[in-house]
């Protein structure tokens, strides 16, 4: 999964004429992560992880990491226009149709089945991914793909008259810790960038139902400084943490809601990124980055995860896209 997002951020970086080199560098990423992952210890699918010396560590078969190798994927073929990435990314859909296809829609978590809780995540990085493809071939087959991930959403996903995103199902997409739902704010807000995408293609009135995703995350996970806190529930917030990848979703959701509202009174991008950077990227090493801190404001790692790169360069991209300046300088 980190692979594939490097190899997004890379690609990203090329589109924008960030770095110079960065097309070499996606090529070079794309070509190791197949090298080293794909059917590497003789099975279908994609390995969860490997050493450095190449042996497998974890042989699961993970639909969340399958969703980010075909972004990663159609990234390098955005990239370098070798086809070979396109091939590769239809063998991994045909195996996840052919292996991980769930009777009841959508698909399992991973393979072995644990048959433990099904979640809503996988399949909204999966949407992203599937909407990336079809960026990258106008091939109508991703859409239909995209257009099933978001009839999933509204059959299953979204619940509470619309304005909670569940994130825990049982094998049959059965909310679980119902009737309060908890749910992730930084989940609503990266719905919003992706049905919003998805809206820019098909003529689909989303409107009402983005509108209530925006002002439940903002009711319940972000207070007067625009702190977002992880988790929560109609009720309020009920885990105070944060992390730095909340505040970049909530940079593209703004740029969405404020582009989509005539009379936009909510926090700007700008605000989001201006927390981001005060209390992710100031106070670290420069060009790195804190991860999270608790509900005490205590930094809770001592490292700075390389998968939050992915989310920096889609608020920075969607910033500048917009004609926003990222954050302040």
């Excluded at 042996?55 to 639909?63: E, G, N």
């Excluded at 099933?148 to 994130?167: K, M, Y």
């Excluded at 739902?181 to 807000?189: I, R, Y």
């Amino acid at each position: 999964m980190v692979q594939a997002r490097q190899i997004y951020a890379f690609g990203t970086a090329h589109r924008n004429g960030w770095l110079s080199d960065s097309e070499d560098l996606v090529s070079r990423a794309a070509d190791s992560m197949v090298r080293r992952y794909y059917g590497v210890d003789g099975a279908r699918g994609w390995a969860f992880s490997v050493a450095r010396d190449g042996a497998v560590v974890d042989s699961r078969r993970d639909l969340y990491t399958h969703a980010f190798v075909l972004l990663g994927l159609a990234t390098a073929y955005e990239t370098t226009q070798d086809r070979a990435y396109i091939a590769l990314a239809d063998k991994t859909l045909d195996f996840l149709d052919g292996y991980m296809a769930s009777a009841h829609g959508g698909y399992i978590e991973t393979l072995p089945d644990s048959r433990g809780h099904r979640r809503q995540n996988p399949h909204m990085h999966l949407l992203e991914a599937l909407l990336a493809l079809f960026d990258a071939t106008k091939r109508s087959s991703y859409f239909e793909r995209a257009t099933a991930v978001r009839d999933l959403f509204f059959a299953r996903f979204l619940q509470s008259q619309g304005s909670v995103v569940v994130e825990f199902f049982d094998n049959e997409w059965r909310p679980l810790d119902s009737p309060h739902f908890p749910f992730e704010p930084g989940h609503h807000f990266e719905w919003i960038w992706l049905l919003d995408r998805y809206e820019k293609l098909q003529r689909f009135d989303l409107a009402n139902a983005l509108d209530r995703l925006w002002d439940t995350a903002l009711h319940v996970g972000v207070d007067s400084n625009c702190e977002i806190f992880a988790r929560g529930t109609i009720g309020g917030a009920v885990d105070r943490s944060t992390r730095l990848w909340f505040y970049t979703e909530a940079a593209k959701a703004a740029l969405v809601m404020s582009a989509r509202q005539e009379r936009f009174c909510g926090p700007t991008a700008k605000d989001f990124l201006d927390a981001m950077h005060e209390r992710f990227l100031e106070p670290a090493l420069s060009g790195s980055w804190i991860d999270e801190f608790d509900a005490h404001g205590c930094v809770k790692n001592d490292f700075a995860p390389a998968s939050s790169l992915y989310h920096i360069c889609c608020a920075v991209d969607a910033s500048e896209s917009a004609g926003a300046p990222p954050w302040r300088r």
